[in-house]
């Protein structure tokens, strides 16, 4: 089998884009380990409709048939279980990321796929203590740290934001996936203090954290706000009324803010995923609902946190700066148009 990389611990930065500093540094060029890493991904992904890491079989008889530009004696890696340094091609190198309700789901899928590319990353939660360090730990105490913090509270976000700034002085991403899902918001249902809730967590929050995230975002900056593909106008359900109404406003939010800040070069857009199978999605669902839902997609599947983080990622890097004010729905076509 010819696998050509390798974690040699290289002095020299052979692929510039591709470190952070104190880790291994891969031997070749850091071309090979895309081409290789692009393989890597279509092969995991023919394997198994899950895209996460840790669905990637452990070993396998690919070979990339590239040559190994490295000439010191080294030990090879596993091509399908490839370490972190590995992985990451550095599109977002030396960029700071900010993700609310990154402990689980599609946030937590997020904060990995952007450190995957460089950032360092702000992994906040409310109450999921050990799973957002989990997460630190899986992208590395030296490019992350997690914040608890309720982002529907002002003292709260003041206190992200703070945490944020004095470790590493600014928020060149700015991701708002916290958010409740709410699937019993008929007319009738809603009290005050639910409508209270969900416009608290829903709109009150990216509204505030925007806010008061504005002024570390430098030149270039991203801010991602979460809609849900359930405010397109062939899916609108009856009892998704309140859950609806918070995300019209955060649609709204990011055409005013797109216009506001795309002054200075910072990109606002809306993330609207499908139905994704994270803890939030299944609450209250039979089999046959999810059964249902996953046949509205063509493929005829739910999505995976994966699908969308690796969006945002797009959406993060420099390729996407003209990407601006726009809805981007996320649901392997359940909706189209
Ligand atoms: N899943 C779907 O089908 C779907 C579809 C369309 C849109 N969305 C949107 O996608 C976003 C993420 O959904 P998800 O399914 O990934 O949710 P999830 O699995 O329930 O995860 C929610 C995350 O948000 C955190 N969180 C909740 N309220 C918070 C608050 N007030 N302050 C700080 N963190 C808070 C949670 O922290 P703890 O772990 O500490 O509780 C957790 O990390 C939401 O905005 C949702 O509306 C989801």
Redo the contacts with the bound molecule.
Sequence with gaps: MGYPLCTHYCDTVLASNFVAASRPLACGFSKLIRSAEHKLRGLSSTASPLRTRSSVPSSSSLSLDLPCTCADTHSLQDPLNPPHSIIMSGRLTGKVALV????????RATAIALSDEGASVVV?????NS?AEEVVREIGADRAISVK????KLDDIEILIKQTIDRFQKIDILVL?????WQNGSLEATDEKTFDKLFG??VK?PFFMVQMATPYIPEGGRIML?S??LTSFSMITPNYLLYAATKGAVEQMTRVLAKDLGKRNVTVNTIS????G????YVGKTEQMVQMQSNLAPAGRLGE?EDVAEVITFIACDQSRWMNGQNIRINGGMTVG
């Design positions: 609310t309700g990154a402990s689980r789901g599609i946030g906040n939660y409310i109450s999921s799973a913090a309720d982002v529907s996936n916290a958010g409740l899902l967590s829903n929050g979460f849900s593909s995923p499908g139905p994704i994270t803890d939030a999605y946190p």
